[in-house]
């Protein structure tokens, strides 16, 4: 017996947090009845468990890179039929992204049907490192550097420290490139973080999620993880 929502996320359907919200919404069912406690078991192998009127069934996981371009959603759907991420990618599965980009941000972005591997990448407490190229105006001094690795102030609360440098500069156009390595995940965190140093972001691409990167991916393009990046994500994500 195991917890309804850790069935429904090991399925493939979503993650385990937004499984609990369809069970707290009643769209979930067991042998028949409607199901809205989160504290409810079931056995995936002899009880009948219903998503939505579409029977539970185990897919084989998949797991997918995708170095997603600019102006494209990080989700399934968009109702205004906008680009989003599952466009580019060929498969039958049920694969979902694991956490977002803003919309105007290309990069790394990584796509499964595995809810447990996507909940323990997305918690907060695993603290799995991004490393972020941003095209800047001006160019930091070294005491904006500094500020950026002993954290920034937003909304009333610091960021964790962080790795920051100048990688290029281009004193004709005052412009320069910034690497920052983070390993939060707060809503546009990246660009607030430059603005509040003085440095607004024209252009923002995560290089990097964990261990994987975009070495051999253009923008719109993707592949299969190997198996050794799966496992190297899951330990990132347990220590």
Partial sequence: MERLQKIIAKAGITSRRK???LIEDGRVE???KKVTEL????NQ?????VVDGVPLENEEPVYYLLYKPAGVISSVSDEAGRKVVTDYITTEKRIYPVGRLDYDTSGAIILTNDGEFANQLMHPKYKVEKTYYAKVEGIPDKEAIKQLRRGIEID???TSPAFAKVRQTNNRKGTSLVELVIHEGRNRQVRRMLEAVGHPVLKLRREQYGVVDLQGLNAGEYRELKPYEVKKLRESAVT
């Fill in 30 to 32: 067991v042998n028949g």
């Fill in 19 to 21: 499984a609990e919200k």
């Fill in 45 to 49: 192998q002899t009880d009948k468990i």
């Fill in 156 to 158: 009333g609360h610091k």
């Fill in 39 to 42: 504290g409810a078991k079931a």
